[in-house]
């Protein structure tokens, strides 16, 4: 073990001294004399999520060295608590069968599906077990968005923020979709073992992930047998879990998914069935032997590659996305030597002088939740606010928890930019700090599905079933109407349009509801307590607070005069009666500048 | 205030960082309602080329096939040797109108099977190599020489690398009614927004601020100002908001939009799967053609429909694929020929690990687009000479 960690060093020191030109990163220690606020505020906003003034502070009192300590190790958590499941899920419902039509046709086979039995006779004798599939459906999907609302309120109000943001990064890093999963329990799940092994040995962490439930239905892990292997899930551990494309070759996917063969979830536990599984002998990554699907982990582990891979995408996601190819190696090579302790690693990192060098500082484009969770921690809030939905926003910017795009995660860095999702950035604090008297609570209105409404809407005004769920707003005869519209509701045995209506309806009475507090901002009593008299200080006040970067002086003149001419004058202390309102907009405007994004 | 001053504060803004937000809509180039148009379509996924356009006369089809192969009689006829998946009636209704030519058996050399890898070759049009641009965004840099409002429209959640341009900053949105800067009470004293240094990331994001202060109200009074009675399916893949960009006169040239997330990566129980991802495209697809040429703007459109790669010929044991190589592509509209071109991959002489052989490069497709309908030379953006397919009116 230790053998080809050194040489792996050796030709760390090697490759460093024949590539003389370029520099290494200065991953030696921060001198504690030079430690300030402005770096602990560095600290705080890339190893979690931002801190408020008085946090900085104590950071800032602290030694750099136990600053980082703080962000490794955390505080206590007094009272941050477990999820509160709402009670939708009954044993019927394992295993889900993968589609509305598997479902149906097990259905009409055995007489029974999802634990409920077909109708002896009568009209849509299927339809209860069309009903039972789209509310597991619908309410699994809610029950998630209280399992993100969960998790986001863990990030603001933990005193351990490093776990959550790597919990986030290895959210991204292992990405699943509760889309495919369908089954929150499987997700917290999930969640729950980025939180305890994200800072801990990475080699724990994929083996952990790769016997994950939610992993293994994600990848499709669950079909791949003996005789006929399915290269989804070994393909992807390779190519984004560990190595990257280009360091392994088709044979390996091939033999390596041979040694997953078997790998297989029974309810929420990992199981081995013995019977699918190729006991033969493989040949993956020039080894020979029967090798099972940790012992090909293990052979992947041993790779120079993969610490260079999990480190430089570390780097990339904690200091700085515009990271030197040749700088991986130095990074890989310090993971490696360090046992592939994440921890350990993260602590090295952020000690260092180059974690701290100017071109690292300010130069991060906060990713959604990022954004969200840092706001409101900076605005002091105890609470992630109900309105808006947390949920709703983080897609609009392009980060839904618990449904990353792809299997490759997120993208991070730029990709998080665009010109529409920069004015959505901008919308999110106006609606937080004006919330949104028109606002609909989406766990309760089916506002992205608005079709089943209208179909409640026609049976209530009591038209048949048929007529009631004939598709909208399609105008057109046969001859142009599209494919997908002429398919609908065809069998007689049941009608999907129903059961996705009757399916929220019977989600709507079990899930709890997410409580729809706004946001209780005081920036008066801030501005005040922090005794700012001119509209500049104020200004001043928020750009210190807020931002990780200077603003241009005329910017600054820019939006003084702004609040001056709100306020028509210039006396902060004389305007206190009147002054939340014009410190909201003025705080609206500098956050929706594009300095702001950046962290 | 005249266009002409807007543009040139426009002008200005690029360099000084003057405060534009709050200024009334800034005209663009000048509309023109006779320049042609590429609408580049993704399947994404790596959608099944066999399954899709079926060749239903080649007996091996179907002993690879075994269980997911669709019989004869369930296929969207075309002729005795092809026919479209059942799910395919948009495209059928095209092909039966002439306005569809499949071209077979594209790919490159050494294919990548990972999505990523190769939908970045595909987006650059640079496989192995990569480009720091996308191949729309090259094109874009030869169709206009100096920064460019309106150039590119990607609609779509995130920015694809496809339409990433050296001079111009692509428009890209998802919902038109939510691209604009929520104000309140409007208050309209605007705060000059200049960089006190240059990383950059904050170069970046000033760069993307300014394209989103031109183009947002553009593209709002574009998507209000259109209605259509034309049924385009219950997932449109956003060609909707291209049609009304189009119909409201912009300059734009170039868009992309895509089937989302990935949609068409199918491991397992694939065909009823499949069958309803195509009817959503296809509908979607016929739909956008129908609609051009309701509004007089048919002629002007070609439409370029691509996946990172096809499935493995013979079928795994789950009733699905896995990621493969060649795959076909289809360009659309009424300037299309309609018919096959290029050559279907033997079906009996596989290559590395059951795949198909390209026969077609995917280059020259593209090459096609830009040079037979955007007139631009596709060596410049190509860096090679590509033989184009005779799949334009225009060219033949």
Not at chain 1, 288 to 304: A, H, K, S, T
Not at chain 1, 335 to 343: E, P, T, V
Not at chain 1, 434 to 452: A, N
Request: charged content about 20%; hydrophobic content about 40%.
């Amino acid at each position: 073990m230790s053998n080809w960690r050194i040489r792996i060093v050796l030709g760390a020191a090697l490759l460093a001294a024949c590539t003389a030109t370029h520099a290494e990163l200065n991953l030696e220690p921060l001198p504690a004399e030079l430690w300030s606020q402005s770096l602990a505020a560095h600290l705080a906003s890339r190893a979690g999520f931002g801190a408020t003034e008085d946090e900085l502070r104590a950071l800032a009192r602290l030694s750099p060295r136990q600053a980082v300590q703080r962000f490794i190790r955390g505080l206590d958590d007094p009272d941050l608590p477990e999820f509160e499941h709402s009670g939708i899920f009954d044993p019927g419902l394992d295993p889900f069968p993968p589609s509305r039509p598997a479902t149906t046709t097990l259905a009409k086979r055995q007489g029974h599906a999802l634990g409920v039995n077909v109708k002896p006779g009568g009209n849509r004798p299927l339809q209860p077990v069309v009903n039972k599939f789209f509310y597991w459906l619908r309410a699994s999907r809610l029950e998630t968005d209280r399992v993100s609302y969960w998790w986001a309120n863990r990030m603001l109000r933990t005193g351990h923020p490093l776990q959550e943001k790597a919990a986030l990064f290895w959210h991204g890093h292992f990405a699943t979709n509760e889309d495919k999963v369908r089954d929150y329990r499987k997700m917290l799940q999930q969640l729950s073992v980025f939180q305890t092994k994200g800072l801990g040995n990475f080699r724990d962490l994929l083996i952990a992930v790769a016997q994950d439930p939610a992993m293994l239905v994600f990848l499709d892990a669950g079909v791949n047998t003996k005789d006929s292997p399915n290269e989804n899930f070994a393909r992807e551990i390779m190519e984004l879990f560990t190595m990257g494309v280009g360091n392994y070759s088709e044979n390996d996917v091939q033999e390596a998914a041979r040694a997953f063969t078997g790998w297989n979830v029974r309810g929420l536990e990992f199981h081995v069935n013995q019977d699918d599984h190729d006991d033969a002998s493989k040949s993956f990554l020039g080894q020979q032997g029967n090798f099972d699907g940790v012992q090909v982990i293990d052979i992947i582990m041993r790779q120079p590659v993969t610490a260079e891979f999990i480190a430089a995408k570390m780097y990339r996601y904690f200091v700085n996305e515009d990271l030197d190819a040749a700088d991986e190696a130095q990074l890989g090579a310090l993971l490696a030597s360090l046992d592939f302790d994440i921890g350990e690693f993260l602590t090295v990192v952020f000690s260092s002088q180059e974690f701290y060098a100017p071109a690292n500082v300010g130069t991060h484009i906060k990713s959604p939740v990022e954004l969200m969770v840092s706001t409101y921690r900076r605005l002091g809030l105890q609470k992630v606010p109900g309105v808006p939905d947390f949920n709703v926003v983080s897609e609009a910017l392009g980060q839904r928890l618990m449904h990353p795009p792809t299997v490759a995660g997120w993208s991070e860095g730029r990709s998080w930019i665009t010109p529409s999702l920069l004015f959505e950035r901008s919308n999110f604090v106006l609606d937080s700090l004006f919330p949104d008297i028109g606002f609909i609570p989406p766990d309760r209105y089916p506002s992205y599905g608005s079709e089943v409404v209208k179909v409640q809407e026609r049976l209530r005004q009591g038209m048949s079933v048929s007529a009631a769920t004939k598709p909208t707003g399609v105008a057109a005869g046969a001859d142009t109407m599209a494919a997908s519209n002429l398919l609908a509701d065809r069998d007689e045995d049941f009608n999907t349009r129903l059961g996705s209506m009757r399916g929220w309806q019977m989600a709507l009475e079990r899930v709890k509801p997410i409580g729809r507090h706004t946001a209780p901002v005081d920036l008066t009593a801030w501005t005040i307590g922090a005794e700012c008299t001119t509209s500049r200080q104020v200004v001043e006040l928020f750009a210190s607070q807020f931002f990780a970067v200077d603003l241009a002086p005329v910017t600054v003149d820019g939006l003084a005069s702004f609040l001056h001419a709100e306020l028509g004058t210039d006396d902060i202390q004389a305007s206190v009666s009147f002054l939340e309102t014009p410190l909201r907009k003025l705080l609206h405007r500098m956050l929706s500048l594009p300095e702001y994004q950046l962290g | 205030m005249s266009g002409h001053i807007n543009r040139r504060n426009l002008l200005k803004g690029a360099s000084a960082a003057a405060g534009l937000s709050w200024l009334p809509a800034i005209a663009a180039q000048p509309a023109d309602r006779t320049t042609p148009i590429l609408v580049a379509i993704e399947l994404s996924g790596g959608n099944d080329g066999l399954n899709s356009v079926v060749p239903h006369g080649d007996d091996a089809y179907y002993r690879h096939r075994p269980t997911i192969g669709i019989a004869a009689n369930e296929l969207l006829e075309l002729d005795d040797h092809y026919g479209l998946n059942p799910g395919m009636l948009g495209l059928h209704r095209l092909w039966q109108d002439g306005d569809l030519a499949i071209v077979h058996g594209c790919g490159y050399e050494r294919p990548s099977y990972s999505h990523f890898t190769s939908m970045a070759y595909w987006h650059t049009g640079v496989p192995h190599r990569g480009n720091e641009f996308g191949w729309m965004g090259r094109v874009a840099d030869q169709l206009a020489t100096s920064r460019r409002d309106d150039m590119l429209i990607n609609i779509g959640a995130t920015q694809s690398l496809a339409v990433k341009s050296r001079r111009h900053t692509p428009v890209v949105f998802d919902d038109p009614e939510r691209f604009q800067r929520h104000g309140w009470m409007a208050p309209q004293v605007s705060i000059e927004t200049a960089q006190v240094s240059n990383t950059p990331a904050r170069e970046f994001l000033h760069a993307v601020d300014r394209s989103a202060q031109a183009s947002s109200q553009r593209i709002r009074q574009a998507w209000r100002g259109y209605q259509t009675p034309v049924d385009y399916g219950i997932a449109p893949m956003d060609l909707p908001k291209v049609a009304a960009c189009i119909d409201a006169g912009l300059s734009t040239q170039l868009y992309h939009v895509s089937f989302r997330n990935n949609s068409f990566d199918t491991h397992v129980a694939q065909p009823a799967l499949h069958r309803r991802l195509l009817s959503y495209a296809c509908d979607g697809i016929y739909g956008f053609i129908r609609d051009l040429k309701r509004i007089g703007a048919d002629h002007r459109v070609l439409v370029l429909v691509y996946s990172e790669f096809g499935r493995r010929v013979p079928e795994n044991a789950n009733m699905g694929t896995d990621h493969g190589s060649a795959n076909v592509m289809f360009l659309a509209g009424t300037g299309v020929t309609g018919g096959h071109y290029g050559e279907q991959p033997s079906l009996t002489e596989l290559v590395d690990g059951d795949n198909l052989a390209f026969t077609t490069d995917f280059r020259q497709v593209y090459a096609t687009a830009m040079q037979g309908w955007l007139g631009v030379d596709a060596h410049r953006v190509l860096g090679d000479q590509y033989s184009l397919i005779p799949a334009l009116s225009k060219l033949t």
